[in-house]
C-alpha cells in the first residue's frame, strides 16, 4: 500500500504567514489526501485531489499535485493561531482498496 | 449526517489485563471501518479494516484482535495488554468515496 511522506517534519511561523507542507509518494496513485489533526483529537478531513488534478483550493489551502515528481503540496496561506496542528497526507495507491497509510505528518505551529 | 462514537476516551489499565475498545457509527451503512493507533502523537498505524460483518483485515501482526459483530460496530480487543499497547486509538469510517472520517479516539495509557 501507497504511503505518503511529509515534509518538513516540524514547522513554525508567525501568524499571517504562509504555511508550506510537502508530501511525496512512491507509486501512481488515483488520488490524495490531507487531513489535519488537532492534538488529542481525531483526524479531519480537509481535501482530496484526484490524479488528473493539477490544482485544487479550498478556502485557504491551496493543494498541487505533481504526479510525475511524485509529490503534493498544502499551502495555508494567511495562518492563524488556529491553524496549529499535525498535518498528514494519504495518497491512495492503485489497487489499494480503502485503505489509507498515513505518515508521520507535519507539526505545524502558527505563533500569534 | 453520519456521527462516529469511540469509548471510552481515557482507560488506564495494568499490564496483563484484557482490553476492549468500542466505535460504532450512525447514519450510514455497510461502511468501511478501521482501527489506527497512534503512539508519540505522531504516526498513524494502520491496526486492522474491514469492509462487512465478519471481514476483518489485519495489518500488523500484535497482540491485538478486531471484530464486527454488527453493521456499524467495530470493537478492538486484548486478551493480555502489553506496555507497548500504550497509545491513541482511533476508528474511523469510510462509504462510497475515499474520504475516511475519524472517531474522537481513546487514549490508552498501560502501566
Known amino acids: 500500500s501507497q504511503q505518503g511522506e511529509e515534509d518538513p517534519q516540524a514547522l513554525s511561523i508567525q501568524e499571517g504567514e504562509n504555511a508550506t507542507m510537502n508530501c511525496s509518494y512512491k507509486t501512481s496513485i488515483n488520488n490524495l489526501q490531507w487531513y489535519r489533526q488537532n492534538s488529542g483529537r481525531g483526524l479531519v478531513h480537509l481535501i482530496l485531489i484526484r490524479s488528473n488534478e493539477r490544482e485544487k483550493h479550498s478556502g485557504r489551502l491551496r493543494v498541487t499535485l505533481d504526479t510525475s515528481k511524485k509529490s503534493s503540496s498544502l499551502l495555508i496561506t494567511a495562518s492563524r493561531a488556529a491553524d496549529t496542528a499535525s498535518y498528514f497526507c494519504?495518497?491512495?495507491?492503485?489497487?489499494?482498496?480503502?485503505?489509507?497509510?498515513f505518515g508521520q505528518g507535519t507539526e505545524l505551529s502558527v505563533k500569534p | 449526517s453520519q456521527t462516529i462514537h469511540q469509548w471510552p476516551a481515557t482507560l488506564v489499565q495494568p499490564v496483563g489485563s484484557p482490553l476492549s475498545l468500542e466505535c460504532t457509527v450512525e447514519?450510514?451503512?455497510?461502511?468501511?471501518l478501521y482501527w489506527y493507533r497512534q503512539a508519540a502523537g505522531r504516526g498513524l498505524q494502520l491496526l486492522f479494516y474491514?469492509?462487512?460483518?465478519?471481514?476483518i483485515s489485519s495489518e500488523v501482526p500484535q497482540n491485538l484482535s478486531a471484530s464486527r459483530p454488527q453493521d456499524r460496530q467495530f470493537i478492538l480487543s486484548s486478551k493480555k495488554l502489553l506496555l507497548s499497547d500504550s497509545g491513541f486509538y482511533l476508528c474511523?469510517?469510510?462509504?462510497?468515496?475515499?474520504?475516511?472520517?475519524f472517531g474522537p479516539g481513546t487514549r490508552l495509557t498501560v502501566l
Open positions: 494519504a495518497p491512495r495507491g492503485e489497487n489499494q482498496g480503502g485503505k489509507l497509510i
Open positions: 447514519g450510514t451503512s455497510n461502511p468501511n
Open positions: 474491514s469492509v462487512g460483518i465478519g471481514q
Open positions: 474511523a469510517w469510510s462509504g462510497s468515496t475515499d474520504t475516511q472520517y
